[in-house]
């Protein structure tokens, strides 16, 4: 079984910094998505990326895609409240399965 | 409003007792999977289904039953719970994956969330 393995478990800052959730796995995949949930609800889609080396951007949210598509990293800039939540990434592998990490729990404090 | 609808939100139930979380999606979509989702361990495929009739294991599938009779709907059965199968349960559905250089998910439309207690 493909393992994704997301870092920090948990992180818990001040408005106004950066931070950065690394997203890794030892298996290539074919496409990673990242996802934020908010308590008491689903996952909801915040970015795909596909291409080794791929950056997207989502206003203050800069997501790469390694350049051996095993890994993912994703940037917050100038950190605000409303980006608390918990992180999950997601890679589709060989066996056209999703395979999602553990998640990153990420506390903004005003 | 496309939406996906789980029902009920909150269950309580007795070791044993059959129950049926239903899931429905207004979306057209063909895809549709059931999720577990236990702290520290992230979301855990149960079941999916690729169309009408055709169903497949996912990660954890022991103890779980599901069918998909029509395209919007997609219900999660546990014959016999038990309390190991405590958790916070998502239904999701999207278009078909695709096949292009590589397996590539489209978006994971998600429903509110099931949260069962298996006592």
């Known amino acids: 079984t493909q393992l994704l393995e997301q870092s920090p478990q948990f992180l818990s800052i001040q408005e106004g910094e950066n931070l950065t959730v690394y997203c890794n796995s030892s298996s290539v995949f074919s496409s990673l998505q990242w996802y934020r949930q908010e308590p008491g609800e689903g996952p909801v889609l915040l970015v795909t990326?596909?291409?080794g080396g791929e950056v997207k951007k989502l206003k203050r949210l800069t997501f790469q895609f390694g350049d051996a598509r095993k890994d993912s990293s994703l940037h917050i800039t100038a950190a605000q409240p409303g980006d608390t939540g918990l992180y999950l990434c997601?890679?589709?592998?060989?066996?056209?399965?999703?395979?999602w990490g553990a998640g990153t729990k990420l506390i903004i404090k005003p | 409003e496309a939406q996906v609808t789980q029902n009920p939100r909150y269950l309580i139930t007795v070791t044993g007792k059959k129950l049926t979380v239903t899931c429905s999606q207004n979306?057209?979509?063909?895809?549709m999977s059931w999720y577990r989702q236990d702290p520290g361990l992230g979301l855990r495929q149960i079941y999916y289904s690729m169309n009408v009739e055709v169903t497949d294991k996912g990660d954890v599938p022991e103890g779980y039953k599901v069918s998909r009779k029509e395209k919007r709907n997609f219900p999660l059965i546990l014959e016999s719970p038990s309390p190991n199968q405590t958790s916070l349960y998502f239904c999701?559905?999207?278009?078909?994956?695709?096949?292009?250089?590589?397996?590539?998910?489209?978006?994971?439309?998600f429903g509110p969330g099931t949260r069962l207690t298996v006592l």
């Open positions: 997601a890679g589709a592998d060989s066996n056209y399965q999703l395979i």
């Open positions: 990326v596909v291409t």
């Open positions: 979306m057209n979509h063909e895809y």
């Open positions: 999701a559905s999207s278009l078909l994956p695709s096949l292009a250089g590589g397996w590539s998910y489209n978006e994971q439309f």
